[in-house]
């Protein structure tokens, strides 16, 4: 069965954005972009919501097509729009979405479990809103977290305030030449 992988990138202090949605201290070199390119190129899906998918509609379908965007960002523009996409969104319509993109109304359980069911590999999930959807209905198997070597103060925090203690296993970790520390956690 597919897991439910949440990957975010976020700031020592826990924030994925800043008080006015800015995400410019992410620090991506050639060497991350890389290894996120690799992850993500393995995964059946991507799960995200409204304004995760608009902003990257607004790049990457046609990124790989400016000379500027060689290298890993060329080739992360082609996994973008060729990898199947689930946009959770009450407001876009299907006619909105297009790459290989389905709107889904809302974080039904039911629903997810047939996406694991599905063939391929696992979903990652992106996006602090409806990562906290997900987490509400305790759906996400495994963490992927992208601890950035810079404080922001504040902002939007991954985690939403919850109720009990949530086990989890270290699955792996590895330091990144910029000083990004991945963290992966798995559900024992």
């Known amino acids: 069965m597919r897991r439910i992988v949440l990957m975010m990138s976020v ?10 949605r800015q995400i410019d201290w992410h620090v991506v070199d050639d060497e991350l972009h890389r290894h996120f390119n690799d992850e993500l190129r393995a995964m059946g899906a991507f799960l995200s919501g409204r304004v995760v998918y608009e902003l990257m509609a607004g790049f990457w379908p046609t990124a790989d097509a400016d000379p500027a965007n060689a290298g890993p960002v060329a080739d992360f523009a082609g996994i973008w729009r060729d990898k199947p996409k689930y946009v959770y969104s009450r407001t876009l319509r299907q006619e909105d979405v297009a790459w ?3 709107v889904v109304r809302d974080v039904v359980p039911e629903e997810v479990a047939a996406l694991r069911a599905g063939p391929g590999g696992d979903l990652a ?3 602090a ?7 509400r209905h ?14 922001i103060g504040r902002g939007k925090p991954l985690f ?9 296993r270290l699955e792996g970790t590895r330091a990144f030449g910029n000083g990004v520390v991945l963290l992966s956690y798995a559900r024992p």
């Open 11 to 20: 700031s020592l202090d826990g924030y994925i954005e800043g008080p006015d």
């Open 100 to 102: 290989n993109s389905t």
């Open 125 to 127: 999930l992106g996006g």
């Open 129 to 135: 809103d409806l990562a906290a959807s997900f987490l």
């Open 138 to 151: 305790d759906l996400v198997d495994a963490y992927r977290i992208y601890v950035h070597p810079v404080r």
């Open 160 to 168: 939403p305030p919850a109720e009990g203690l949530v086990p989890l």
